[in-house]
């Protein structure tokens, strides 16, 4: 499978955070912003925005001196005898911040041996998920998760990936031509959320925005109730916003 990645605001931001973790991680004692700005040449406005989310997601925290040191949730990851367990552990608790930061449910999903797979989300009681009626892997060519996933690709690995399944008619606005698809996959801006309004499943809407961690395709993606369709692109662009701290989970 060739990988047709553009690395987005959210890469660059897990990279930059990945740099300051590294610097933190070296001075067992502490370090201070100042310090950690000019050991990453990091500005510090910007450091201070990465320094926010790091101590929000209990990456770093700040002692009584002002100085940074490793925080716990990256302890745990370091030191986890199941590291996976951790990581779904810690992934949960960003996805359950996003879900309440963009009010809808949220999912993250990978593509896996050329197959969709959603491998965890949240939701709550007026955050519902969707209703998978038709199977996920099979209906990647209507739902903003496949979308965002098959955008990630390059032409044949999506072409391949059409001929292994039908793209049937789910509602009438489900795109069934592949001529069609494909066209509009090739012209998505990387940086642009793909969108699915009812295209899977009539009364909901769905964004996706993609995450590049490493040569694996994934994506973070949102679901509403049709009648909150107006939140959509608002919700999305929060969504991609505040994708860094999934990213930085997944490359620690």
């Known amino acids: 499978m060739a990988l047709k990645h553009e690395p987005t605001a959210p890469y660059h931001s897990a990279q930059d955070a990945l740099r300051v973790l590294e610097a933190v991680a070296r001075h067992t004692t502490g370090i201070t912003d100042a310090q950690l700005s000019r050991h990453t ?106 979308k965002s996933l098959l955008g990630q690709l390059d032409h044949n690995s999506r072409r391949d990936h059409l001929s292994r399944h039908k793209m049937a008619r789910l509602t009438s606005r489900t795109i069934t031509s592949d001529r069609l698809l494909l066209s509009r996959l090739e012209s998505q801006p990387p940086t642009v959320p793909h969108l699915d309004l009812q295209e899977y499943a009539v009364g909901t809407v769905c964004a996706a925005v993609p995450i590049t961690a490493g040569s694996s395709v994934g994506c973070l993606a949102l679901s509403l109730p049709v009648e909150h369709a107006h939140r959509l692109r608002q919700a999305a662009d929060a969504l991609n916003r505040n994708a860094a701290p999934v990213l930085l989970s997944l490359a620690i």
């Open 41 to 146: 040449s990091i500005d510090p406005e910007r450091l201070t925005t990465l320094l926010r989310m790091l101590r929000r997601e209990g990456y770093v925290e700040q002692v009584a001196d002002g100085a940074y040191v490793t925080g716990d949730a990256l302890t745990r990851l370091g030191s986890a005898h199941d590291r996976d367990q951790a990581l779904r552990e810690t992934l949960q608790r960003t996805l359950d911040r996003l879900r309440d930061s963009v009010g809808a449910a949220v999912y993250l999903s990978r593509y896996v041996d050329g197959e969709v797979r959603i491998a965890q989300y949240a939701d709550g009681p007026t955050m519902p998920v969707v209703n998978e009626w038709v199977d996920f892997r099979y209906s990647a060519h209507a739902t903003a998760i496949g």
